[in-house]
């Protein structure tokens, strides 16, 4: 058996240099990643929602095992005489995992006695139903961790909430002293963080994205979507956006995600990688590119990511007279690739047929398919043409009987025609496909999920990337059935059950007179927060890495933090 391997790859070459794609390369040393890689997660955990707890730990003591006299969190612990606070945001925030990727990384600094807490400041939305889940998970608070591990900086049984953490409905305003705060209703102040999460809308760089596809080859001469000034999906936009609020502000620390095909080659040999990296350079940021598969990091799912985890090098605190960056970077990539684990099958995070939170989406279904069945107009036959070709292909009749095992079962029975019909042909055209998303065109719904297996072990399922707006068929759980959008986000370990259960309680997801959850938040919702998703080992993966590889000088006060933000940011401004 083979190491486990992380694509990775360091700054890009000076612009006249032709472009190197991220690669697989082997980081670290070989026997450590073969017992890395040889870590099954337990898919329990997962359902429990206690995964990123256990990882912090877990990867923590990895590091030691690496680097034994390693320090594990921002420099030498002994040099610490007060708590290091350091402040956090997220930008295209989507389900803000990112909270609870703090609250496990708190967690496992408070348990050893490391001297470091991470509190949120704001988070940045600009879909209306996400910032109103995005109020939501910062009201319910920690989940597991003790209160002064909390993520949130505060935000407890006795706190009030409405007067802390920022959520900004447009991270093109992030520039600018004050932006629209929808939690507060008023425009806020801005601040400057430590650590900057997100990205940049991804619509106009993803291979998924036809439209995007249609509008390259039709003006190719419109260049690179990052060099334009907007975009049709708001990835030109949510990208000057974002390094707007790094002029400005100058986070210590930046990670970077998105869609892998940002690093397609097109126009000549520069990407959208390259022109972020520059950007990037051009503020005083070094970064490191990495390119990671959520499999790799023990998620039951694909889900194909580039991450870019940047350095402020004019950060005064930043220790480097005795530790080049280049040191910092070799040892951030030893220190991810040891976090690698393998994944269990998808098929053991799926729901019981008895789940309450199942049959409450089973008839949310039913009711919805018997609404349109009555008021919706006769569906598009737009189809026919192209599914009666594709059973030509397979050498089948068009319009076959329903199979026996889906007769009666009421799943199937909310499907539209096409859905139903796309089932029945996709399933003599890969019969051992796990996941069949309903969603797409019928020559693209299979996913060839069954993976091969090491001799003796059972062969495991990997489900697909889970995507905005999937209809995901399985016939992996007890029934046959779609899968729902609270387990796509527990494919990405967001603790959403433990959430949904402290939602309830607090209040905040109501109950009516039968004692059922009202439809709030609805599957579809969970869907959409799911198919946006960070794949969150990896981010925690990276964090952790991050401040462990990097030593920062200690602060001279505790409240260093904010003054030396609002310092550099008034520099830079005067600076340009």
Request: hydrophobic content about 40%.
């Amino acid at each position: 058996k083979k190491p486990a391997r992380v694509e990775m790859s360091s700054m890009p070459p000076p612009a006249k240099k032709a472009r190197t794609q991220l690669r697989k390369n082997d980081s670290g040393d070989a026997a450590l990643m073969l017992e890395a890689s040889s870590r099954v997660v337990d898919p329990q955990l997962l359902l429990n929602g206690k995964l990123l707890q256990v990882l912090a730990k877990e990867n923590l003591a990895g590091f030691q095992k690496l680097f034994p006299d390693a320090p594990l969190a921002l420099g030498p612990r002994q040099d610490r005489t007060n708590l290091m606070t350091l402040t956090w945001a997220s930008v295209c925030s989507g389900s803000e995992g990112i909270f609870h990727v703090m609250e496990a990384m708190n967690e496992a600094y408070a348990e050893l006695d490391l001297q470091v807490k991470l509190e949120h400041v704001f988070s940045c939305e600009n879909v209306p139903d996400k910032r109103v889940w995005i109020e939501a998970v910062i009201n319910a608070g920690a989940l597991f961790a003790k209160e002064q591990t909390d993520a949130s900086g505060g935000v407890g049984e006795d706190d009030s909430p409405e007067s802390k953490h920022c959520i900004f409905e447009d991270i093109t305003t992030l520039g600018d002293g004050r932006a629209f705060c929808t939690r507060h209703g008023d425009k806020c102040q801005v601040t400057g963080v430590d650590i900057l999460f997100g990205g940049t809308s991804c619509k106009d760089l993803s291979r998924q994205n036809s439209t995007a596809k249609a509008a390259s080859k039709a003006n190719p001469a419109s260049g690179l979507v990052l060099e334009q000034n907007t975009s049709r999906g708001g990835s030109a936009q949510t990208f000057h956006g974002l390094m707007a609020y790094c002029q400005t502000h100058r986070p210590r620390f930046v990670v970077f995600e998105n869609v892998d095909a940002i690093d397609d080659a097109a126009q000549g040999q520069q990407t959208n990688l390259d022109i972020l990296m520059t950007a990037m350079g051009q503020l005083g940021y070094q970064g490191q590119r990495l390119m990671t598969d959520a499999a790799e990091f023990g998620l039951p799912c694909r889900r194909r990511r580039v991450y870019v985890f940047f350095v402020y090098t004019k950060n005064p605190r930043l220790r480097q007279y005795d530790r080049s960056l280049g040191t910092v970077m070799l040892k951030f990539r030893s220190f991810v690739a040891s976090c690698v684990r393998s994944p269990p099958c998808a098929s053991s995070i799926l729901l019981a047929d008895d789940d309450d939170g199942l049959q409450e989406a089973l008839e949310e279904r039913i009711e919805k398919h018997e609404r349109s069945k009555k008021g919706k107009r006769n569906q598009s036959s737009n189809w026919v043409a192209q599914h009666m070709k594709a059973a030509e292909g397979l050498g089948i009749r068009w319009g076959l009987s329903t199979p026996p095992e889906l007769c009666g079962n009421e799943w199937y029975g909310t499907l539209t025609d096409r859905e139903a019909d796309a089932l029945k042909i996709s399933q003599h055209q890969s019969p051992l496909a796990g996941f069949r998303n309903l969603s797409q065109t019928i020559g693209r719904i299979n996913s060839h999920s069954l993976q091969a297996a090491e001799p003796g072990a059972q062969p495991k399922h990997l489900a697909p990337t889970m995507l905005p707006g999937q209809l995901l068929w399985t016939h992996l759980a007890e029934s046959p059935r779609l899968v729902l959008g609270r387990e796509a986000l527990m494919f990405h370990a967001f603790p959403i059950l433990p959430l949904l259960a402290k939602l309830k309680k607090k209040g905040i997801i109501a109950e009516n007179s039968a004692g059922k959850q009202k439809r709030w938040p609805s599957e579809q919702l969970l869907q959409e927060l799911a198919g946006n998703s960070m794949a969150f080992p990896v981010v925690l993966a990276i964090a952790q890495a991050g401040f462990a590889a990097v030593w920062l000088q200690p602060a001279n006060t505790e409240s260093d933090s904010g003054s030396v933000a609002a310092a550099m940011a008034a520099m830079n401004l005067l600076m340009g």
